[in-house]
């Protein structure tokens, strides 16, 4: 069964820091999906980004960037130049082969003015 | 166009009483979800729509739940004899169809208190 781990519990950062948050997931396999959501406070839950386990190139989108390497089972988010907007709890969720998302508890990053 | 939408998006209710809680997915997504995530907690995955279709209702935590999909579109999640520990926010994610990893797109809850 797939699982993932987001070690960091709670990240807080001062505005216009870089951060990084880890995800390290576990799957048996082969061929995968993993997806990058963000809860605001609001509480609804944002799709970020999608990776299929075929294509290990890093990705840039504005001031979010991910770097997924296959080797290490690890899909990492970075921020650079935070902003007190970002704040949000980050979740990493792989997708199993019955395309269920398997959900951890997410990294709350707190960004301070 | 419009995304998921839910209602009511809080909901109190006294314990014992049935409640019942409407996705409204993105037009033309035929597959739904229902998720349940406690306070502070990751998501639980309840259950999943194909059309009309509920092929696997595992996910359900007792059979005080249960959920509906009719025409393919509005889905009802219905919980019956509601206890303390049913008090979550309740999300419901819809997909252009089940499979083929497509992303789901998510509504904003509906915050369930049971007092």
């Known amino acids: 069964a797939q699982k993932v781990t987001q070690a960091q519990t709670e990240i807080s950062v001062v505005e216009k820091e870089d951060v990084t948050l880890d995800c390290v997931y576990e799957?048996?396999?082969?061929?995968?999906?993993l997806f990058w959501y963000k809860q605001p406070p609001s509480g609804e839950l944002v799709f970020l980004i999608r990776?299929?386990?075929?294509d290990e190139q890093n990705e840039i989108s504005g001031r979010y960037s991910w770097n997924f390497q296959k080797s290490t089972s690890s899909f990492n988010f970075t921020i650079t130049a935070s902003q007190v907007v970002d704040s949000a709890v980050y979740f990493c969720?792989?997708?199993?082969?019955?395309?269920?998302?398997?959900w951890g508890a997410g990294t709350k990053l707190i960004i301070k003015p | 166009g419009a995304g998921v939408s839910q209602s009511p998006s809080n909901k109190v209710t006294e314990k014992g009483k049935d409640v019942e809680l409407r996705c409204d997915p993105i037009?033309?997504?035929?597959?739904l979800y229902w998720y349940r995530q406690s306070l502070g907690q990751g998501l639980e995955f309840l259950i999943y729509?194909?059309?009309?279709?509920?092929?696997?209702k595992s996910g359900l935590p007792s059979d005080r739940f249960s959920a509906e999909r009719t025409g393919g579109s509005v889905s009802t999640l219905t919980i019956q004899r509601t206890q303390q520990e049913d008090s979550a926010v309740y999300l419901c994610a819809s997909s252009l169809e089940f499979g083929g990893a497509e992303t789901q797109y998510f509504g904003p809850g509906t915050r369930l208190l049971v007092l």
């Open positions: 729509f194909q059309g009309n279709s509920a092929p696997d």
């Open positions: 799957t048996r396999d082969t061929t995968y999906y």
């Open positions: 990776r299929n386990s075929f």
């Open positions: 969720a792989p997708m199993d082969s019955n395309y269920q998302l398997i």
């Open positions: 037009s033309g997504h035929t597959a």
